[in-house]
């Protein structure tokens, strides 16, 4: 489903000239859940960002389901974007909505009817545990809840692909089991292709059965966790 073919990309900063990505290639098959890891600054969340459109590569190929991202006009490109969910290591809710409201919003933005926006953030909220709270509003959640209401809203244009950029970022273990159950249950009952970026190992562990393994921007190791632990 998705496949990278030689992606590198690059910054500009105050110090120079920094690869973020250099010549990584790999795949990820429909339905997997990958956990990319590697030290800070290693190139994780650019991967995420080429693998969800936000950003271009420099060099290189990102397909998704065999489409060659890099030829899609701006028009295409928006619409595939809306095929892929994202979320980051930080809730960013409207704090005016509630929790409903904040995972109806890319149903209404794309003109989904009251009925069916209704149904579909229902299963959401009840997909994240949090039914009882459909009407709370972010400021009375715990940042836990709050992570969870974001995946919903990731998920609720029904993409077949949802990125989670550190989505245990500084939480504490409980805050830590309720997302990684999120994102399992999402992949088990919805059927997404995952793929997880965090500096913990144990959150792969616990949700991905393959890893890559990220260093300056360089593909170290890539493959299947069990494999990958019997044959070190
Ligand atoms: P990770 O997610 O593994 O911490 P990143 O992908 O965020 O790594 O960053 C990889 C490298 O690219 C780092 O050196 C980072 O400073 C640099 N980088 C990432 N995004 C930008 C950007 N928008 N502008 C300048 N440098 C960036
Ligand atoms: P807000 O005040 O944040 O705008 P609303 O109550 O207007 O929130 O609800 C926004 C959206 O969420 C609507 O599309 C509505 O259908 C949906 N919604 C609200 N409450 C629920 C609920 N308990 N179950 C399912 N969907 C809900």
Do not use: W
């Amino acid at each position: 489903m998705i496949t990278l073919e030689n992606v590198s990309k690059s910054f500009l900063s105050r110090t120079g000239n920094v690869t973020a990505l250099d010549g990584v290639s790999l795949d990820v098959p429909a339905g997997a859940a990958l956990g990319v890891v590697g030290p800070a600054g290693a190139g994780k969340s650019t991967l995420a960002r080429c693998v969800s459109l936000q950003e271009r590569p420099d060099a290189g190929v990102v397909r998704l389901d065999g489409l060659n991202t890099a030829t899609l006009d701006t028009r295409s490109l928006r619409a595939t974007r809306r095929q892929i969910g994202f979320v980051g290591g930080e809730a960013q809710l409207f704090k005016q909505r509630t929790a409903a409201g904040n995972i109806a919003l890319p149903l209404e933005q794309s003109g989904v009817d009251g009925p069916r926006r209704r149904a579909r953030v229902g299963r959401l909220l009840d997909l994240i545990g949090l039914t009882e709270k459909a009407a709370a509003y972010p400021d009375d959640l715990t940042e836990g809840q709050r992570r969870r209401v974001a995946v919903a809203r990731a998920l609720v244009g029904e993409p077949g692909l949802l990125l989670a950029d550190d989505p245990t970022a500084n939480l504490d273990a409980d805050g830590t089991a309720g997302v990684l159950a999120v994102l399992d249950r999402a992949r088990a009952e919805l059927g997404v292709t995952l793929l997880v970026t965090t500096q913990d190992n144990s959150v792969v562990r616990r949700i991905c059965d393959d890893v890559a393994l990220l260093d300056g921007g360089k593909l170290l190791e890539h493959g299947n966790l069990f494999n990958l632990l019997r044959d070190p």
